[in-house]
């Protein structure tokens, strides 16, 4: 028996205004979905507890069966690991944006446009930095996808307990970091971000790069926001927790990371962006492929997520149609009597509201041989409230999907 877990990020919402109070779950035409819902069990899902708005790092851990109020360690660590840099204990990664900045160092643009294609011409300028203040430490910096990147601090003394430069919103400067704990290790690395800012924002404000951005009407990117310091995580390997091999399909360093930090292995996709242009069906082509090999398969969308940060949905509900067409692809290849498909969403994310995520819990389908059937025939947060699986949380998932597949070991005699 195998199992694919399909995550599709953020593609929760609220009954939203412009869609005459139903979800992009409800408008969106999915047939191939709603009848693994129809012919499965379904019910809803707290990704960790009830009303606690996650992120996406911290949302699969819980997913994956880690509770991340132990293992998590702050996001740039994950980002690191998926990005293919490898982290030494005391190192500090941090995930990363590039974006827009005033005179003032005030925020104009988060993302500086989302795409920024110069990405590796700014990545070489980056990793020649060298600090005066702090010469023992190094910088190494690598984009992955879009406006995202990580950055890397290698020296001794190190700490995470920093505080972000990224305001989150636009209209306020860039956040000066501080020490989060009265240790000297906190101090120095506090230190080491506040002068990379400066003197990235000296390198990059009139860069000729930037003049050719600013040239052809693309906001420049002259400064890279730092959140979520973090550092190497310890975890027992899925290999070890369930007997199992595992394998992770996704286009964002993020999930990646999180994926190899529980000791999957990682699939590369061609046309894998974690973006709307994603190649949906490759990564079901894959996927099937891997089903021969590997026990656990795990494949993640990221488009749904990027459509409600930026308030679109229309984007929203045509990506959930374009990842039901892969699924209808999907389950005309491969052996429906010996491979349990699961589809949920990490968390929801508010189109309207606040373009971000939140508390809400999220729908779920498992279908496969001896799944006991409900009522439900449609996936989507009205109708899973009255599925079969109840009100599950994020941790229970694994131990569900592990349950079908009898790798779960029984407690007690």
């Not at 494949?299 to 892969?326: F, L, P, Q």
Request: glycine residues 8%; contains cysteine; positive net charge.
């Amino acid at each position: 028996m195998k199992a694919l877990l399909i995550i599709i990020d953020g593609a929760a919402d609220r009954a939203l205004k412009s869609l005459n109070r139903k979800t992009p779950l409800e408008v969106a035409h999915k047939p191939n979905i709603d009848k693994l819902a129809k012919d499965g069990i379904t019910g809803i899902m707290d990704p960790i507890t009830p009303g606690i708005s996650v992120g996406s790092d911290t949302a699969h851990l819980a997913l994956l069966g880690y509770d991340p109020f132990k293992t998590y360690t702050g996001r740039g660590a994950f980002e690191a690991l998926g990005a293919g840099v490898e982290l030494k204990p005391g190192e500090i990664a941090f995930r990363t944006n590039f974006a827009t900045v005033d005179e003032n160092m005030r925020v104009i643009d988060r993302r500086a446009g989302r795409y920024i294609e110069e990405a590796k011409e700014f990545e070489k300028i980056i990793n020649s930095i060298s600090l005066k203040d702090n010469p023992d430490v190094e910088i190494f910096f690598k984009h992955t996808v879009e406006h995202r990147g990580v950055l890397v601090l290698r020296g001794k003394g190190l700490s995470r307990f920093i505080s972000d430069t990224d305001p989150h919103k636009i209209g306020v400067r860039v956040l000066e970091s501080k020490p989060l704990v009265d240790t000297p290790e906190a101090k120095k690395t506090a230190n080491v971000i506040n002068e990379f800012t400066r003197i990235i924002y000296n390198l990059l404000k009139d860069h000729p790069l930037n003049r050719s951005r600013a040239k052809r009407g693309l906001p420049p990117a002259n400064i890279l926001l730092l959140r979520g310091a973090g550092v190497l995580p310890t975890i027992k390997p899925l290999s070890e927790k369930f007997k199992i091999k595992a394998a992770c399909i996704a286009g964002i360093a993020l999930v990646k990371g999180v994926a190899k930090a529980v000791g999957m292995d990682i699939i590369n996709v061609p046309g894998a962006t974690g973006g709307l242009d994603t190649d949906v069906l490759a990564k079901v082509k894959y996927a099937i492929k891997a089903l021969r090999d590997y026990d656990f398969v795990f494949i993640h969308y990221k488009g749904t997520d990027a459509a409600s940060h930026d308030g679109n949905v229309w984007a929203k509900i045509r990506m959930i149609e374009r990842i039901d067409s892969a699924v209808g692809y999907l389950i005309e290849r491969i052996k429906l009597d010996e491979t349990y498909i699961v589809i949920t969403a990490d968390h929801a994310t508010l189109t309207e509201e606040t373009r971000n995520h939140s508390g809400d819990f999220v729908p779920l389908l498992i279908h496969g041989p001896g799944v006991i059937s409900d009522d439900v025939d449609m996936f989507c947060e009205r109708a899973c409230l009255k599925g079969g699986l109840g009100r599950i949380r994020g941790l229970d998932l694994m131990n569900i999907i592990m349950n079908y597949l009898n790798k779960v070991e029984k407690f007690g005699e």
